[in-house]
């Protein structure tokens, strides 16, 4: 018998991957913009990036930005941090890039 199916069945599996995303998933994060406190977050799929354990992104109710967070290895995660911010064509400190490590390697 294969390894997947010692685990269940393709259902029981994918539902088990969601309970773990839900359970990972911080019940809030602090927007890089303003600070305040973004509680509407979702769970972004991560399959491919060896490292980072959790990509969640919310958007900010007072100054309407959109807030990523990031877990996983400090040293993949603020390679990814870095990379989006290059993407997009911001600074490492508009990202707030090593405030956001510290804060979810913390918790």
Partial sequence: MGQAKKRGS??????QAKQ????LTPKEIKCNECGALTFDIKALDIKRLPGVT???????N??????TAMTGEPQNVFN????????MGLSEESL?????IRQLSNK
């Fill in 10 to 15: 393709r259902e029981e599996r994918v539902a």
């Fill in 20 to 23: 773990l995303i839900h359970e």
């Fill in 54 to 60: 959790g990509v969640y992104v919310g958007k900010c």
């Fill in 62 to 67: 007072y100054c309407n930005s959109q807030t």
């Fill in 80 to 87: 990814m941090m870095n990379m989006m911010a290059k993407g």
């Fill in 96 to 100: 707030r890039i090593q405030k956001n």
